[in-house]
């Protein structure tokens, strides 16, 4: 593994996994991913967060490497989810007189993921409260539903370092990690490669909570950071300026980048024909065009570009008198992430009685501040020359 450590003081302990192909059991991982751990040592020493009890071992061995005979006096949870707290119990069992430090949320959620009775270890924190551990110290940051309810940040002013939680995190392993920190800047171009996951993790995981995302931007535009350390992915030290304007975008639903996102599923192939020449002609046009199967591709990824592009095109045959399933699901991903303030298009296929259209727009009528053009393509069965007349007026005003 890369050298994570953040200073002397601040030492990286997380670990990789790369053998899980598919996080949460939703989300495939062709790159694994990284569960972050840090130990600060000072006069207090204090270890902040575990790891996924799939790399327990692991990570003992990383502790107690970075330990030694020390013992922590403090363990921070910054979030309750088993990638990162579901180590607490067998933590506590080699460190029994450590302190818990976590929301008081996050203690009634312990109780519930740990047999083990932690009340004794518990000492709550919230917004404002400040630990002393040293020369360093830590202060607590509330980020409720980013993206649980429990969740804390924390701030160690003397470094100027922000703890985030899931917050600026990302799918990967680190050892699949490009260096995104090199102070010389040669390969800050790989920034692309982070923003890439990072987007497909966001919207996936966090999409939901903008709103709460703007508020925790807020509270960290008051404080000096000059290192990020998520739960996930790198540590963030160079230009991160880059990275937060990236979560601001995301989180106030502003489209990213400008062109067009086309959703396609399939029956016999000829939607997916029309989908196909309806990207050509965007691209004749100089619009920059992504495009997702539905029924083939990685839905996660589908869910990134609707919020990546500013435009989006649903295509979908008629089946069963309704849509598609993957078409479906896919519009409900969208709902359940809150997708918002984009223009949207239609292209439906039916033989008989096409109902695509129409079941479609039910659906985005459901969301907010969707406008969904006049202009749409009906396929009859196949492509035709007037269903390509269509497709060229639809290209006209996706344009």
Request: aromatic fraction near 10%; include cysteine.
């Amino acid at each position: 593994m890369k050298n994570m450590n953040v200073s002397e003081s601040v030492r990286y302990i997380g670990v990789d996994d790369v053998e899980l192909d598919i996080f949460e059991h939703q989300y495939i991982i062709e790159e694994g991913m990284a569960y972050n751990s840090y130990v600060i040592l000072d006069e207090k020493i204090t270890v902040l967060d575990t790891v996924d009890p799939r790399k327990t071992d692991q990570w003992l061995n990383n502790l107690k490497n970075v330990l030694g005979d020390r013992k922590p006096a403090y363990l921070v949870v910054h979030h309750c989810e088993p990638d990162h707290a579901g180590n607490v119990g067998t933590f506590i069992k080699h460190y029994p007189e450590t302190k818990i430090l976590c929301s008081p949320k996050a203690a009634q959620f312990l109780a519930q993921f740990f047999d083990a009775d932690l009340s004794n270890n518990i000492q709550t924190v919230t917004e404002g409260d400040t630990i002393s551990l040293g020369k360093h110290s830590l202060s607590f940051v509330c980020a409720p539903m980013v993206h649980w309810p429990e969740v804390l940040m924390s701030y160690e002013p003397t470094e100027k370092i922000l703890f985030a939680a899931d917050g600026f995190g990302k799918f990967g392993a680190i050892c699949n990690e490009p260096s995104i920190n090199n102070s010389k800047g040669e390969e800050i171009n790989d920034k692309t490669k982070w923003a890439c996951e990072a987007r497909r993790y966001y919207f996936n995981i966090c999409g939901k909570y903008g709103a709460q995302v703007q508020a925790v931007l807020k509270k960290a535009a008051t404080l000096d950071i000059q290192t990020i350390c998520p739960l996930h992915g790198p540590v963030l030290k160079e230009d991160l300026g880059f990275y937060i304007n990236l979560y601001d975008i995301w989180s106030k639903y502003e489209a990213e980048t400008s062109g067009v996102f086309i959703a396609y599923a399939t029956l016999h192939g000829n939607t997916e024909k029309a989908a196909h020449i309806l990207k050509e002609k965007l691209e004749a046009k100089g619009v920059k065009v992504a495009i997702n199967d539905l029924t083939r591709d990685d839905i996660a990824e589908g869910i990134e570009d609707a919020f990546r592009y500013d435009r989006m095109v649903l295509c979908s045959p008629t089946y069963d008198g309704g849509l598609m399933p993957k078409m479906e699901d896919f519009l409900a991903h969208l709902k359940s992430k809150g997708f918002k303030n984009r223009t949207v298009a239609i292209m439906e296929n039916g033989t008989w009685a096409p109902m695509a259209a129409k079941l479609m727009r039910s659906k985005l009528e459901e969301l907010c501040n969707i406008k969904v053009l006049d202009e749409q393509v009906t396929i009859k069965s196949t492509v035709k020359p007037e269903t390509i007349a269509q497709i060229e007026k639809l290209a006209d005003s996706l344009a």
